[in-house]
């Protein structure tokens, strides 16, 4: 016997700390005053009757009970994860354990006023629904009824008499969305603060102001072309300057000795970990992701994935149908709606996430077995403030073609050299879009994703910084495909600038508020991070033109610019691109590619592709600011592990 239901109320963002091994058949609610007094069966006696029934074998049982204990996990999670046993007779066995109603939430559906009382994201966070009234009761349906003792006192101060009923997990969740996917679908669009989001954009007349400031630059080109040419010249330089001394800080600053790492910490109790992969129309890919995904070596009880696919994406839909997925691995269809976008189906599936860490991979990631352990391990080595990891990005088709040897050249560069620099300085990162792990407290304190930025990473990682938090780069590898052709490559890269531009604006609607929350350092790393590489990409061609000089060409800027002004600035670009040979060399040295520093110096002629992919993106600022150019995967997937 147990005195029961002590906990507080959980509040509409309520998280469990651990599960309970009691659980409960509540009988009908007492009189006012009196205590309430619960007989509740243990998880090992359910164990006990399923052995006693023949559904599962004892060696499973003595595994499945260690397992529970050791990461103080779900008995029914378990079990299911480990094949133990299919889900049916489980449920069924676990009615007749709890003697509780088994009951299918698809079937009769729930009421969505009783959802409404709660709230659908607390329903599907904790796995139960409020079903149907029973008289003066309401019937909880529940997964886990271990559990609903902690629950009760509270559900009973909202509805009154409650009766647990059981359902599975799956039919539950189907059940909660299927009732409240409207809600579900407005609130994975909303959740950011509306001063941190750019789904105002058109309605508080940005995008008007920078048609105004385009036409302005067409207007000074037709009144006076030199003095144009002349201004974009010295900002060109000037960024260009500011953007090469960050990287030359960054290298610096990646060079010094570390001290050597504590040997990985001693965890009693291994964290749940969710694992968000957003799929839409890879139809080629499921199959090959399902293999990647079943190399992580983290235990199959504590992993938590889930496939996130558009309501209306048959082409993705039909073939995870076609895969015999594992019990860890769900799929979360997200209700059709106008907004299409990866951040939006990521704050969708948020709440279905089981794990107090979140994690994030594209659908062609190839991710190291062990990344989940070093992901736990560091989380569990540094202090609350550091919310977010962010791991090393390579390419699993480097030698592809010319295209792929940049693409892995600039990664290279970027992930093992730059960042790792950016982390020492102390500046805020703009993170990728995967192999990225956060507490989930902080994260939706934060308001997940903007549903409505097409780089929603980069934003993210400027939202962590503001708000006091710390992202740290983490050794750890996931291989995934280089996207190695050109029309794909500058619509890839025309989607990741214009959600800088979108980012920049955002952020600097209040320029005061952000260096306050940010500090003068970190400010200062925003603007050269940000519009600083955005101005590199849009003036590119003024700088190709001076290297017009030491090819004997007349620059037409000769005659405005004193010699020693011209020759400073040559000399300016001329570091530049000794500079970025060596951070690439260095950076392309830390992988494990046997790829012939030859290639480096093509990077000059990589570039420009980044200049017309930057043009698009301005365009579409105006025209079609949340449009998401979709990247195709699976194109190149050869040598990818099999």
């Given at each position: 016997m147990i005195a029961a239901l002590p906990l507080r109320a959980p509040s509409h963002t309520h998280q469990p700390e651990s599960h309970n091994n009691a659980s409960v058949k509540l009988k009908p609610a007492p009189e006012k005053g009196r205590q309430i007094t619960i007989t509740a069966p243990s998880v090992r006696s359910l164990g006990v009757t399923l052995l006693r029934e023949g559904l599962i074998s004892p060696d499973a049982l003595l595994?499945?009970?260690?397992?529970?204990?050791?990461?103080?996990?779900?008995?029914?999670?378990?079990?299911?994860?480990?094949?133990?046993?299919?889900?049916k007779p489980l449920y069924e066995a676990q009615a007749r354990h709890w003697n509780v109603r088994l009951i299918d939430p698809l079937r009769q559906t729930p009421d969505p006023r009783l959802i409404d009382m709660i709230g659908a994201a607390t329903c599907l966070r904790e796995g139960f629904v409020p079903w149907q009234h029973a008289g003066q009761a309401v019937v909880i349906a529940t997964a886990y009824p271990e559990e609903f003792a902690r629950h009760y006192k509270w559900l009973r101060s909202v509805y009154g008499p409650v009766i647990m009923a059981l359902a599975p997990a799956s039919k539950i969740h189907q059940a909660v969305m299927k009732a409240r996917a409207g809600v579900l679908n407005e609130a994975a669009e909303n959740r950011v603060s509306t001063a941190e989001s750019c789904r105002n954009w058109g309605s508080e007349g940005l995008a008007i102001k920078v048609a105004l400031f385009f036409?302005?630059?067409?207007?000074?080109?037709w009144l006076s072309p030199t003095f144009m040419a002349l201004a974009f010249t010295a900002w060109a330089?000037?960024?260009?300057?500011?953007?090469?001394?960050?990287?030359?800080?960054?290298?610096?600053?990646?060079?010094?000795?570390?001290?050597?790492?504590?040997?990985?910490?001693?965890?009693?109790?291994?964290?749940?970990?969710?694992?968000?992969?957003?799929?839409?129309?890879?139809?080629?890919?499921?199959?090959?992701l399902v293999r990647r995904l079943d190399r992580l070596d983290y235990p199959r009880d504590l992993l938590d994935i889930l496939l996130v696919v558009e309501e209306k994406d048959n082409l993705?839909?039909?073939?995870?149908?076609?895969?015999?997925?594992?019990?860890w691995i769900r799929v979360v269809v997200v209700p059709d709606g106008p907004l299409k976008t990866k951040p939006r189906a990521l704050n969708f599936a948020l709440d279905l996430c089981r794990g107090s860490i979140i994690g994030v991979y594209d659908a062609e990631d190839a991710p190291e077995p062990s990344q989940i352990h070093k992901v736990v391990e560091r989380f569990y080595q540094?202090?609350?403030?550091?919310?977010?990891?962010?791991?090393?990005?390579?390419?699993?088709?480097?030698?592809?073609?010319?295209?792929?040897?940049?693409?892995?050249?600039?990664y290279a560069a970027w992930f093992r050299i730059i960042l790792p620099g950016l982390q020492r300085l102390g500046l805020a990162i703009p993170l990728g879009g995967t192999t990225l792990f956060f507490r989930r407290d902080a994260l939706e304190e934060l308001g997940g994703w903007d549903a409505h930025n097409v780089t929603e990473d980069a934003d993210l990682g400027m939202r962590l910084a503001r708000h006091g938090y710390r992202t740290e780069i983490l050794d750890t590898v996931t291989e995934e495909e280089a996207n190695c052709r050109a029309i794909p490559w500058v619509k890839q890269r025309s989607r990741w600038l214009k959600g800088y531009m979108m980012t920049w604006a955002v952020h600097m609607r209040s320029?005061?508020?952000?260096?306050?929350q940010l500090g003068a350092r970190k400010f200062i790393g925003f603007q050269i991070l940000f519009l600083c590489t955005l101005s590199q990409f849009l003036l590119a061609p003024v700088l190709w033109s001076f290297w017009l000089v030491p090819l004997g060409v007349p620059h037409p800027l000769a005659a405005a610019l004193p010699p020693v002004v011209m020759l400073g600035l040559v000399g300016l670009y001329l570091l530049t691109e000794v500079i970025n040979l060596t951070v690439n060399?260095?950076?392309?040295?830390?992988?494990?590619?046997?790829?012939?520093?030859?290639?480096?110096?093509?990077?000059?002629?990589?570039?420009?592709?980044?200049a017309l992919a930057s043009y698009k993106a301005a365009w579409e600022m105006v025209t079609k600011p949340f449009y998401w150019d979709k990247t195709s995967h699976g194109h190149f997937d050869q040598s990818a592990p099999e």
């Open positions: 595994m499945a009970l260690s397992l529970q204990k050791r990461h103080s996990g779900r008995l029914c999670d378990i079990l299911l994860s480990r094949h133990f046993i299919e889900e036409a302005t630059i067409m207007f000074g080109l330089s000037l960024t260009l300057a500011l953007s090469t001394g960050l990287r030359l800080g960054a290298v610096f600053a990646a060079l010094k000795s570390t001290p050597p790492s504590p040997p990985p910490p001693i965890i009693a109790r291994l964290p749940t970990v969710s694992i968000m992969v957003a799929l839409f129309e890879e139809g080629n890919i499921a199959s090959r993705t839909r039909d073939a995870l149908q076609s895969v015999d997925l594992p019990p540094r202090e609350g403030d550091v919310a977010c990891l962010q791991g090393v990005l390579d390419f699993y088709n480097p030698q592809t073609n010319w295209l792929s040897r940049c693409f892995t050249m600039e320029p005061r508020l952000l260096w306050k060399i260095m950076g392309l040295s830390k992988t494990k590619h046997k790829m012939s520093l030859l290639w480096v110096p093509t990077l000059h002629f990589y570039f420009p592709l980044g």
